[in-house]
């Protein structure tokens, strides 16, 4: 997989958007743009992935820049069930497909 | 989606024995991986579990530290032995179904002690 770089902690308001970026300016054109996140005590949970448009669903949304160099998941209104920690992952398909690189993610805390 | 169960959730163990953790899915699947988070950390792959087939292991893990089986498409296990306080960790269970492109599931993870 290719490296990528998160902020190591990040902060919001509830009902607020939070933005979380994600550098990864090495992915490979056929890398997929996984994104993770695990609460407390928890194992990850799937947020969202994409290839090269951006990506909407139940949880959460995920803007991929043209040159895909970076991505933003962006919560559109932050609840404290949000608060965790957000993987950011550029996966690459052939013999490392499925095989996950974890960084050290980005704690996102959201305060009342 | 997938359903991921595994067993024990926690345990708490003496040095020099062994573990063995089962994950059950709830549906057959494709891809079965191991991952262990160390205190503090992020996740590491261990290995790629196999159907019908030895397992891969990642650089820096060996067979016959973490031996593991996975006899069918369902159902996989990880084996910590002779345990040590370093192993101390969160082991996970991981699967993948359908091509390139399809995200993982992970199940709550074996909290283990070893004393």
């Known amino acids: 997989d290719a490296k990528t770089t998160q902020p190591n902690s990040m902060e919001s308001n509830e009902e607020e958007p939070v933005h979380l970026p994600c550098n990864h300016s090495?992915?490979?054109?056929?890398?997929?743009i996984h994104w993770y996140r695990q609460l407390p005590s928890q194992g990850p949970e799937y947020v969202i992935h994409?290839?090269?448009s951006n990506v909407n669903n139940r949880m959460a949304s995920l803007a991929i820049a043209e040159d895909r160099k970076s991505s933003t998941l962006i919560l559109h209104r932050a609840t404290l069930r949000d608060a965790a920690v957000y993987y950011c992952?550029?996966?690459?398909?052939?013999?490392?497909?499925?095989?996950?690189?974890f960084g050290q993610g980005t704690i996102l805390t959201v305060h009342p | 989606s997938a359903v991921i169960s595994q067993k024990p959730s926690r345990d708490i163990c003496q040095r020099g024995t062994s573990l063995t953790i089962q994950c059950q899915v709830d549906?057959?699947?494709?891809?079965m991986f191991w991952y262990r988070q160390q205190p503090g950390q992020s996740l590491t792959l261990i290995a790629t579990?196999?159907?019908?087939?030895?397992?891969?292991?990642e650089s820096g893990f060996v067979i016959d530290k973490f031996p593991i089986s996975r006899p069918n498409l369902t159902f996989s296990t990880l084996t910590v032995s002779n345990m040590s306080p370093e192993d101390s960790s969160i082991y996970l269970c991981?699967?993948?179904?359908?091509?390139?492109?399809?995200?993982?599931?992970f199940g709550q993870g074996t909290r283990l002690t070893v004393v």
């Open positions: 991981s699967v993948m179904n359908g091509g390139v492109g399809t995200e993982a599931f």
């Open positions: 090495t992915i490979s054109g056929t890398d997929y």
């Open positions: 994409g290839l090269t």
């Open positions: 992952i550029a996966n690459a398909g052939g013999t490392s497909y499925g095989k996950l690189t």
């Open positions: 549906s057959q699947v494709t891809m």
């Open positions: 579990a196999n159907q019908g087939s030895e397992a891969t292991y």
